[in-house]
């Protein structure tokens, strides 16, 4: 299973870009890079999902190096609403992948 | 209508209590999950199944057990609850197709005593 690492928190201020990167040295070739937000006492939402390169969707972009050691979320012009614990994840099939820490990102007025 | 539903949403139960999580889930998915989450950390896989015949160990898996009564309906059991069993439980399901997306109860708060 591929190990993820992760800050264990950020802040930032509302209207600021935000970036988390994750790393994962030992991705396998089948992994896919999974990202989910969590608010407290409710459960994970899926954010964005990639392999390669670039993904965007509504919420966020995904930024995958070459090498696919590590991987960068990005939050465009955060608001107090995006307040949450990120979580990288990778895996071939989510029965492989597994819930780190976390990232606590704290946006403030 | 929720999507992913779980009973109950709260329980207190006593050392060495048999208790019974529910899951329901009206998505139509053919894979679901149960896990735990303890204060302040990251969510732990239980058990998956990836169809009503197909039951999986996932991380911690010891002092529970689950049933996947049929393709909405999946069980998590803990036949003698102990006090380090006291988290929150969340129940999840995804499609098998190929993108990674669960989709989450709203969670069990269970405390033992």
């Known amino acids: 299973l591929a190990k993820t690492t992760q800050p264990i928190s950020m802040d930032s201020y509302e209207g600021q870009e935000v970036n988390i990167t994750c790393s994962h040295n030992n991705i396998a070739t089948n992994d896919y890079i999974t990202w989910y937000q969590q608010f407290p006492s409710q459960g994970p939402r899926f954010i964005i999902q990639g392999y390669k390169t670039k993904v965007t969707n509504e919420v966020a972009s995904l930024f995958i190096p070459a090498d696919r050691k590590s991987s960068t979320l990005s939050l465009p012009r955060v608001s107090l609403s995006d307040t949450a614990v990120y979580y990288c994840l990778v895996g071939a099939s989510l029965g492989d992948m597994r819930f780190g820490a976390g990232t606590r990102l704290t946006v403030k007025p | 209508d929720a999507d992913v539903t779980q009973t109950p949403r709260n329980r207190i139960t006593k050392t060495g209590k048999r208790i019974m999580l529910e899951c329901s889930q009206t998505k139509g998915h053919d894979r679901m999950y149960w896990y735990r989450q303890d204060p302040g950390l990251g969510l732990q896989l239980i058990y998956y199944s990836f169809d009503v015949k197909d039951i999986n160990k996932g991380e911690i898996s010891d002092g529970y057990s689950v049933s996947r009564q049929a393709q909405a309906k999946f069980s998590l059991s803990l036949e003698s609850a102990i006090p380090n069993q006291t988290a929150l439980y969340f129940c999840?399901?995804?499609?098998?197709?190929?993108?990674?997306?669960?989709?989450f109860g709203p969670g069990t708060r269970l405390t033992v005593l």
């Open positions: 999840a399901t995804s499609d098998s197709g190929g993108q990674h997306e669960q989709f």
